[in-house]
């Protein structure tokens, strides 16, 4: 069936060095994935998608690659900040307007 | 603009009771999802509408939870009656029908069941 999984569930890094969070997914099929950032208390936020047709995407100090070869996601967070601490959650569908299916997550703590 | 508005943000209830709970969704988007997380989970989703009609209830425990969306904005979804196991943060979630693709999530009501 259709999975997404994280391959740590924590991570801690020194505030100013670039974080890697890390993603595997198992369904081939699946065409348009999406890393979103929850903070406690609040609901998941949006960071940044991809297409399975391209294999980088970034932006504003995110970066997301995507390996279809061996099914696997990351997001690369630049110079990070204590405000980037949060819960991220990697997220797949078949199509942009289909059903997503969350991952279980990795918490991000920044030390200052 | 607005975020999705959600209410109440807390809820604590005894099992076999009853609780909803209300979503108001951006302005303007035609599609409504409600989400349920668990602790220390990502969340999986429960019933998505598009307007008044619903695209997706498979993941649903229909047997105890119901949600409509009567004139294509607002939502409400209802547990009855409640298990301990539900308890959850529940999440609504809109996008526009077309166009941009990312789903905006309001902040979640978050249940015990006890």
């Known amino acids: 069936g259709e999975s997404v999984g994280l391959h740590l569930p924590t991570l801690s890094v020194q505030e100013g060095d670039n974080s890697i969070i890390n993603c595997a997914y198992s369904n081939s099929a699946s065409d348009y994935f999406i890393w979103y950032k929850q903070e406690s208390g609040k609901g998941p936020q949006f960071i940044i998608d991809?297409?399975?047709?391209?294999d980088k995407r970034q932006g504003q100090r995110v970066t997301v690659l995507l390996n279809k070869t061996v099914k696997h996601l990351s997001l690369q967070i630049a110079a990070t900040q204590p405000g980037d601490s949060a819960v991220y959650f990697c997220a797949e569908s078949r199509t942009s307007y289909d059903k997503v299916i969350f991952g279980p997550g990795t918490s991000l703590s920044v030390i200052p | 603009e607005a975020g999705v508005a959600q209410s109440p943000r807390y809820k604590i209830i005894e099992k076999r009771q009853s609780v909803a709970f209300w979503c108001n969704p951006i302005s303007g988007h035609a599609t409504l999802y409600w989400y349920q997380q668990i602790l220390g989970q990502g969340p999986k989703l429960l019933i998505q509408?598009?307007?008044?009609?619903?695209?997706?209830d498979s993941q649903l425990p229909k047997d105890r939870f119901s949600a409509e969306r009567l004139k294509g904005v607002d939502s409400t979804l209802k547990i009855q009656p409640a298990k301990l196991e539900d308890s959850a943060v529940y999440l609504c979630a809109s996008r526009t029908l077309k166009g941009q693709e990312t789903q905006y999530f309001g902040p979640g009501t978050r249940l015990l069941v006890l």
């Open positions: 991809i297409r399975s047709n391209m």
């Open positions: 509408f598009q307007n008044n009609g619903v695209v997706d």
